[in-house]
Nanobody, 119 residues
Framework: QVQLVESGGGLVQAGGSLRLSCAASYDIFRLNTIGWYRQGPGQQREVVATIIKGSTNYADSVKGRFTISRDSATNTLYLEMSSLQPEDTAVYYC??????????????WGQGTQVTVSS
């Protein structure tokens, strides 16, 4: 069982920056996939940025503005967000996938943290 706890959300003006954190109860470098998703008002949850087997991936809408990173010392995943726009307003979720030695896949979600960007 992997527990994920997000923090760092808040209210920011357009053009501003925020850094989200996701504290994991597991060695994040041993996870198959770890990343950030978001769900805006009335929208489906969408991928923002992921690290899959060491490779980073970004949604087109955030490329050049958001940076995903991880810290092995604290088992924390980060999402640095800059040049924020009102359309970035959403609940941001941390997600992780673990593959057991037997090949079973387990998917975990954090509780989410609200990011609101005012115009």
């Amino acid at each position: 069982q992997v527990q994920l706890v997000e923090s760092g959300g808040g209210l920011v003006q357009a053009g501003g920056s925020l850094r989200l954190s996701c504290a994991a109860s597991y060695d994040i470098f041993r996870l198959n996939t770890i990343g950030w998703y978001r769900q805006g008002p009335g929208q489906q949850r969408e991928v923002v940025a992921t690290i899959i087997k060491g490779s980073t991936n970004y949604a087109d809408s955030v490329k050049g503005r958001f940076t995903i990173s991880r810290d092995s010392a604290t088992n924390t995943l980060y999402l640095e967000m800059s040049s924020l726009q009102p359309e970035d307003t959403a609940v941001y979720y941390c997600n992780a996938e673990e593959i057991s030695p037997r090949g079973n896949r387990y998917n975990y979600w954090g509780q989410g943290t609200q990011v609101t960007v005012s115009s």
